[in-house]
């Protein structure tokens, strides 16, 4: 299964990651803590990653280049 799509819901501590492949299918569902959303994102291939719009996506959308 190779994920094209992810949704990620930002919080103060937990974040919630929702993975889809081609098809819409459920890749996974996943709950990471903030010290673990670098690193969870650095061991994926490209893909799209869509978040909500609140006060703190400017800062994790910064590193994209």
Do not use: N
């Amino acid at each position: 299964m190779e994920i094209k799509r992810i949704g990620l819901d930002l919080a103060k501590y937990v974040f919630e990651v929702h993975a889809v492949d081609d098809d819409d299918q459920v890749v996974f569902r996943k709950t990471l803590s903030r010290d673990g959303v670098v690193q969870f994102f650095a061991e994926l291939e490209p893909c799209v990653v869509g978040m909500e719009a609140c006060c703190g996506s400017h800062h994790w959308g910064a590193g994209s280049d």
